[in-house]
């Protein structure tokens, strides 16, 4: 099945600034790829996704990029804010629906 | 439209007992995921049922399973509770499962001692 990995697992910065998470796939036939918000005691929910056929799609301060060729896909926040404090999730999912998580990053936006 | 809902959202059992969760999709939502999630280790992936077939499953020992109805309402079992299944069990349906938003529901927490 699909192994996605996710780097950093935890991620501190400063309100206003920059914030990029990393994800890497490891099955070649995996063709979308969503990424959850998950605010402290509430459900994942959907932010962004893009689909294999896309190297890129933003949507206001979000933005993700993939790479088909290296199998890394990563999920760009800017001008951060600190709503935007939560643990996010990458997954990948296959042709066989197989959707696969990543650990999942904790960010930290400081005021 | 109402949400996913899950129940029981809390509940304690003892080492070797068994337990049953329940998730109620989305109406129209055919497909329903089960994760397991807990600390360090983000949404490990249960299964997916979609017609009352599974069509996926991940890999969790024997002691997990799991089934849906006609309905799309699905449920599933941990049989000889050990400690580390302690975790929050969460749900998620989509209207077919493929390149399509998963709807969570806020989880069953189950705390085994």
């Known amino acids: 099945g699909e192994n996605v990995e996710q780097h950093p697992s935890t991620l501190s910065v400063q309100e206003g600034d920059s914030a990029v998470i990393k994800c890497t796939y490891s099955?070649?036939?995996?063709?979308?790829f969503p990424w959850y918000k998950q605010e402290l005691g509430k459900r994942p929910q959907l932010i962004i996704d893009i689909r294999s056929n896309v190297g890129e799609k933003k949507d206001q301060r979000i933005a993700v990029t993939l790479n088909k060729t290296a199998k890394h896909f990563s999920l760009h926040i800017t001008e951060t804010q600190p709503e935007d404090s939560a643990v996010y999730f990458c997954?990948?999912?296959?042709?066989?629906?197989?959707?696969?998580f990543g650990a999942g990053t904790r960010l930290t936006v400081k005021p | 439209k109402a949400g996913v809902t899950q129940t029981p959202r809390y509940l304690i059992k003892t080492r070797g007992q068994q337990v049953t969760l329940s998730c109620s999709p989305i109406s129209g939502h055919r497909s329903v995921s089960w994760y397991q999630q807990t600390p360090g280790q983000g949404l490990q992936f249960l299964f997916e049922?979609?017609?009352?077939?599974?069509?996926n499953k991940g890999n969790f020992p024997g002691r997990f399973s799991g089934r849906q109805f006609s309905n799309s309402r699905s449920e599933m079992n941990v049989s000889t509770l050990e400690l580390g299944d302690s975790a929050l069990y969460l749900c998620?349906?989509?209207?077919?499962?493929?390149?399509?938003?998963?709807?969570f529901g806020e989880g069953s927490r189950l705390t085994v001692l």
């Open positions: 998620a349906s989509s209207l077919s499962g493929g390149m399509r938003e998963l709807f």
């Open positions: 997954a990948a999912r296959t042709n066989n629906n197989d959707m696969r």
């Open positions: 099955d070649s036939a995996s063709n979308y």
């Open positions: 049922y979609f017609s009352e077939t599974q069509r």
